[in-house]
């Protein structure tokens, strides 16, 4: 399985971006996805995650509100729009997918990463 993060990027705070993360290696659709994101000195945290049929999702209640996760299983393709952006938004943001439950908040359920994509958040 590949998983491929694009769309970080400088942006202001109160800002947007939207990430995406092409996936290849398995039948998308019948896996769950997620995004997770790291800064320096902390551990890597779950932002959201997105059932199989795009029929689920759940949050982060740092970014609930703000962000939404999405999917388009034609395209093999998973998205996260983020709006609203603040500071504390900066980090790297990886995709993955893992094996257990789609709604799994715990990066040790998770089999395959993407490598990464950066956003940083100015004043």
């Known amino acids: 399985v590949q998983l491929q993060a694009s769309g970080g990027g400088l942006v202001q705070a109160g800002g947007s971006l939207r990430l995406s993360c092409a996936a290849s290696?398995?039948?998308?659709?019948?896996?769950?996805m997620t995004w997770f994101r790291q800064t320096p000195g902390k551990e890597r945290e779950f932002v959201a995650s997105?059932?199989?049929?795009?029929?689920?999702?759940t949050y982060a209640d740092s970014v609930r509100g703000r962000f939404a996760i999405s999917r388009d299983n034609a395209k093999n393709t998973l998205y996260l729009q983020m709006n609203s952006l603040k500071l504390e938004d900066t980090g790297v943001y990886y995709c993955?997918?893992?094996?257990?439950?789609?709604?799994?908040?715990?990066?040790?359920?998770?089999?395959?990463w993407g490598q990464g994509t950066q956003v940083t958040v100015s004043s």
């Open positions: 997105i059932s199989g049929t795009g029929r689920g999702v």
């Open positions: 290696g398995r039948t998308f659709s019948g896996y769950g």
């Open positions: 993955a997918s893992g094996r257990g439950a789609w709604y799994s908040t715990s990066k040790a359920d998770y089999d395959y």
